[in-house]
Each structure stands twice: as C-alpha cells, then as structure tokens.
C-alpha cells in the first residue's frame, strides 16, 4: 500500500521560509516522479513543483517559480519543498503526489496534505 506523508507546514509571516518533507511508504521511490501540489483558499487545485525519479529535473508553476525548491533524497524514500520568500497567496493546504516515472498524465497517489498560513 502506497503512503505519502506530509509535514513541515505551519504558520510563518510574509517573508519568511518552510520546508515540507514528505515521507513515503509502500513504493519503489527511485522509480517514482514527486511532486507537490496546493490547495489555495477559493481556488482550484493548483501544480507547485514536480522531480523527476533521479532528481535530474525539476518543474514550477509561475507562481512559486524562484522562490520554492523541490529536492528528493532517495536514501530516505523522501522529497522536499523549501519554500522561501513566501507570500500571504501561498496560504493554503499542500499535498504531496507520486507517480511511476513511466505513467504521464494524473498522480495517483496523494498524501493527506499538510497546511500552511502565511501572514501578512
């Protein structure tokens, strides 16, 4: 059974930085694209960041594009979003997603997610 758990999120005030871990379980992790997504206040579900399965490459939305970085450490089947410079805009729950390196399309798998309040 394929787990994904979230932690890190919290409250922090405009400026300032977070680093999410996501631990994972039930899953061949070296073989597995990570990525992150967010739920923001009144808005759709919306792409952060994604690694592929070596760490070789990595992708943003606009939004967080220069201020977020995505980072996997495949000796502890875990990946990693610093988030720095954040904004009140980044408020909001962030999940954790994988899919097999070879499977375009959807993330099958989700954590629970893991909120974070940005103050202003």
């Known amino acids: 059974q394929v787990r994904l758990v979230e932690s890190g999120g919290g409250l922090v005030h405009t400026g300032g930085s977070l680093r999410l871990s996501c631990a994972t379980a039930g899953l061949t992790f070296t073989s597995y694209t990570m990525g992150w997504f967010r739920q923001t206040p009144g808005k759709d579900i919306e792409f952060v960041a994604s690694?592929?399965?070596?760490?070789?490459?990595?992708t943003y939305g606009d939004s967080v594009k220069g201020r977020f970085n995505i980072s996997r450490d495949n000796a502890k089947n875990t990946v990693y979003l610093q988030m720095n410079t954040l904004k009140p805009e980044d408020t909001g729950v962030y999940y954790c997603?994988?899919?097999?390196?070879?499977?375009?399309?959807?993330?099958?798998?989700w954590g629970q997610g893991t909120q974070v309040a940005v103050s202003s």
């Open positions: 997603v994988g899919r097999d390196k070879n499977v375009v399309g959807d993330y099958p798998y």
């Open positions: 690694i592929t399965s070596s760490g070789g490459s990595s």
